[in-house]
């Protein structure tokens, strides 16, 4: 195999020896790819980048690196290099010294390292403030030093803990581009932990969702948003996320939510217990060609975001949110009627919360079918 | 304003009930035996012979020397042991290491007269009198020191530890390049803590010495004071102000070091 590919087979890792922080994962991430760890705290993604990163043992599994068995190969020997959270700058050293203090210990050249600091400082913008040390710097500089330190260091694979979790809003919406762009210009493999969804669906070219430090899906960020795997993935990535509501079999084989129209079922659908889910975005206020099923709800809440509306609003006993581009007004308690596009249906299994297959769910018009790529 | 004045007064009548002894001392240094048993706070007529008569009547620069020597090789010494030791504990895991830390920190509970005579025992057959191995290696291993310098160490955050393994850095390149300048305060503080607890030893080069070749200053500022004869306290006194000199020095300097220090964190 390629330099720069990581290769997880059946890792696992248990602090206690009873429950698992990491539970039998298996993954090959391609060299230059962006791999990005998502999912919600407490749920392995740090302790798996620790993993591959050497900083933590392996309870059981094989790792390869570069195409080699790594389990025992100590950090250093990996050839990675590693952003923290906190950046983990040297306090006492200087914007230069801390990024060249890793090519120091390396005994790389001294004209080189300064070819190298400049270069990477200059493609940071950090280049003015190479005498500083690092507490004069803002959050945003830092973490651009930290970046630097990764750059010059010149390894096939970056690993990444959150780098952005420490930066407000606005930079860190610039730091997810600036991120992006220098993994590609670098060409180097890139692991990215985050918990945040819309870092996951900008930056990665693929991402592993997990839950509990079990594997809920692998798969292109579209992929997973179009098609997730389970009722977790559907709810944790997309924001507002997926509503999600207990639906009905019908003894005619139909499908009912809260006394609302039924929908008509393919035949294998009989005898399951069911979750429907609609993406907020896919709900719509007025009819339209594309829509063939619609349900009468209570307006709840209303938020006007100025170009879209978050409307919140009662379906049976669930509530479900809508997500609606430009200003809409409406009354708390109004009663209005929804309409969604069937194709846009998520069902999910009621007991396990697995998508049901393709050959379970709601019939279509043929038209919907046809211009259903996504689904 | 009127606060502060009082705040003012208050301080410097408790700084002068401080200062008072040395700052006696110091006139002492100065006056005539006249002076003296005539209880002058000032010398009538400041004379500097005491301070003649001091450096001739016993080899005072010598234990002078023999002082420095040993506060700073037992200084040194106590900084490297405590600091590896305190590293160990900080930041190298292994099966038992909280119970031997307690253990180790549990020896604070131990008084050093309580283990003198052990030791005293050990310092003679290993044919240590009269070296300055006995005034300083005793001293090398300080419960007190491992356990400040662990305490700072613990401070320095994991992910340097972690990205240090990452960039190939060895447990003791960590040590001395990111550990050591981390927690460049506490090291301060501990050398002066213990060139001071050093250099003020009496009891311990008391016992270990038998001849002036290794003598500290403390013994023989006391070999000033006459046991038969009445005590020229003048000449004790001078030998004093000789003897504290190097101490005030050693604050003095070290106490910028402490408030950049200290300085230093609260910007952060």
């Known amino acids: 195999m390629e330099e720069g590919s990581v290769k997880l087979k059946h890792i696992s890792k248990s602090y206690d020896k009873q429950t698992f922080a990491v539970k039998e994962t298996s993954v090959d991430i391609q060299p230059g790819e962006f791999f990005v760890l998502v999912g919600p705290s407490g749920c392995g993604k740090s302790t798996m980048l620790r993993m591959i990163a050497g900083l933590e043992e392996i309870t059981a599994g094989e790792i390869y690196i570069h195409g080699k068995s790594a389990n025992d190969t100590p950090p250093s020997r990996r050839r990675i290099s590693m952003v923290f959270q906190n950046y983990a700058l040297y306090p006492h050293l200087t914007v230069e010294e801390n990024i060249l203090f890793g090519l120091k210990v390396r005994k790389v050249p001294k004209k080189e390292q300064l070819r190298l600091c400049l270069e990477a400082t200059d493609m940071l913008g950090m280049t003015e403030f190479l005498k500083r040390k690092p507490r004069e710097l803002s959050g945003g500089q830092r973490q651009r030093v930290a970046l630097a330190r990764a750059v010059v260091s010149q390894m096939p694979i970056c690993l990444m803990d959150e780098p952005l979790s420490n930066l407000d809003a606005k930079l860190r919406g610039q730091m997810r581009t600036e991120i992006r762009q220098l993994q590609q210009k670098l060409g180097i493999t890139m692991i990215y932990v985050t918990h945040d969804q819309v870092e996951a669906m900008t930056m990665g070219d693929r ?62 659908s009989s005898n399951m217990k069911m979750h429907l889910g609609v993406r907020p975005e896919h709900i719509l206020l007025t009819k339209t060609q594309e829509t063939d099923w619609e349900l009468s709800v209570k307006i709840s809440t209303v938020e006007i975001l100025g170009n879209e509306t978050l409307l919140t609003f009662e379906v049976g006993e669930t509530l479900w949110k809508a997500k609606i581009p430009g200003q809409w007004h409406y009354e708390k308690g109004q009663v209005t009627t929804i309409h969604i596009n069937k194709q846009h249906i998520h069902l999910f299994d009621g007991r396990t919360g697995k998508m049901l297959p393709e050959s379970v769910g709601v019939a279509r018009k043929p038209a919907a079918v046809q211009g259903g790529a996504s689904i | 304003m009127k606060r502060k004045m009082i705040l003012y007064a208050l301080l410097t009548l408790a700084a002068f009930v401080m200062f008072f002894p040395i700052m006696y001392a110091f006139s002492v240094s100065f006056m005539t035996s006249e002076d003296i048993l005539s209880r002058r706070l000032l010398p009538s007529s400041p004379t500097l012979d005491n301070y003649r008569d001091v450096l001739v009547s016993v080899p005072i620069l010598h234990y002078l020397m023999n002082s420095f020597i040993v506060a700073s090789t037992a200084t040194l010494g106590m900084l490297i042991v405590s600091a590896l030791a305190a590293f160990i504990f900080a930041f190298i895991p292994f099966k038992g290491r909280q119970a031997v830390f307690l253990l180790f920190i549990s020896t604070l509970l131990i008084p050093w007269e309580a283990t003198m005579i052990p030791n005293f025992f050990t310092i003679q057959s290993l044919g240590w009198m009269n070296n300055y191995l006995a005034l300083t290696i005793p001293f090398f291993a300080l419960a007190f020191g491992t356990f400040l310098l662990r305490q700072h160490f613990k401070t320095v955050p994991q992910e340097l530890y972690e990205a240090a393994q990452v960039e190939g850095l060895s447990n003791f390149q960590f040590f001395y390049k990111v550990v050591v300048p981390y927690a460049k305060t506490s090291f301060v503080t501990l050398g002066i803590f213990g060139f001071l607890t050093t250099w003020n030893m009496y009891l311990w ?12 200053v403390q013994i023989g500022l006391r070999r000033l004071q006459a046991d038969e004869v009445a005590t020229n306290w003048g000449l004790v006194m001078a030998g004093v102000i000789l003897v504290i000199i190097p101490t005030l020095i050693l604050l003095a300097a070290g106490q910028k070091q402490l408030q950049k220090g200290l300085a230093k964190g609260a910007i952060k």
């Open chain 1, 207 to 268: 991402m592993m969702v997990l839950k509990d430090g079990e594997v809920q899906q692998i798969g292109k960020p579209l992929d997973i948003y179009n098609n997730p795997a389970n009722e977790f993935v559907a709810n944790f990535i997309g924001a507002p996320p997926m509503n999600i509501t207990e639906a009905e079999v019908q003894r005619d084989g139909s499908l009912r939510v809260h006394h609302n129209n039924s929908l008509t079922l393919l035949p294998a």
């Open chain 2, 205 to 216: 080069p008391l016992l270990v010495t038998t001849n002036d070749t290794v003598r500290t």
